[in-house]
Each structure stands twice: as C-alpha cells, then as structure tokens.
C-alpha cells in the first residue's frame, strides 16, 4: 500500500506564500501521473496542477503564473510552491498519484486558508 503524506499548509494573508509538500512511500518513479488537487467547503474537487514522467507540469487556469509544481525523485516528493495567494485558494488541498495501471492513492489533505 502506497502512503502519500502531506505538509505545508496553513494559514496566510492574502499575497503571501506557501508550499505544500506530498512525500510517497515509494520511488515515485512507478507513478505515471502526479497532481495536487483542492476542494473548498461546498465545492467539488478540482485538479490544480498535474506533472507526467518528465518535469512539465499542467495547471489551472485560475492558478498559473502563481503557482508551480515540481518533483525532487532523490526524496519521492511533489511540491506545490503557492505564491501571490488569493482568499479564494483558500480549501483543503490533496495530492494524488496514479501508477500505469491504474491504480490511485490520495494524501490525506491539508488546509490552506487565505485571509483577506
């Protein structure tokens, strides 16, 4: 069983920074998509940004330029640098790894709240 744990949210003023780090339990190397996720009170869980095999990442509309994706392999670890946070970032945000087969492990959450 994969084990994805996440840290780095908080609480943050509106413009201020965060990231938000998922470690995996195994070499990530087995995973064929990675992505970071968020879901704010009432609201359905949206993708924020998703990285493939290489180091391209794909993101949100409402996020890019703002914020970045990366992976450090050496650590089995994603991360999600937040910058220029809005109070509408604020939700729980969750990574989620899926292998070749189709197989999908989620962290299990952490809170990130913007105030205005």
């Known amino acids: 069983q994969v084990q994805l744990v996440e840290s780095g949210g908080g609480l943050v003023q509106a413009g201020g920074s965060l990231r938000l780090s998922c470690a995996a339990s195994r070499n990530i190397f087995t995973f064929n998509t990675m992505g970071w996720y968020r879901q704010a009170p009432g609201k359905e869980r949206d993708l924020v940004a998703a990285i493939g095999g290489g180091d391209t990442a794909n993101y949100a509309d409402s996020v890019k330029g703002r914020f970045t994706m990366s992976r450090d392999n050496a650590k089995n670890t994603v991360y999600l640098q937040m910058n220029s946070l809005k109070p509408e970032d604020t939700a729980v945000y969750y990574c989620?790894?899926?292998?070749?087969?189709?197989?999908?492990?989620w962290g299990q959450g952490t809170q990130v709240t913007v105030s205005s």
């Open positions: 989620k790894f899926t292998t070749p087969w189709g197989n999908t492990y």
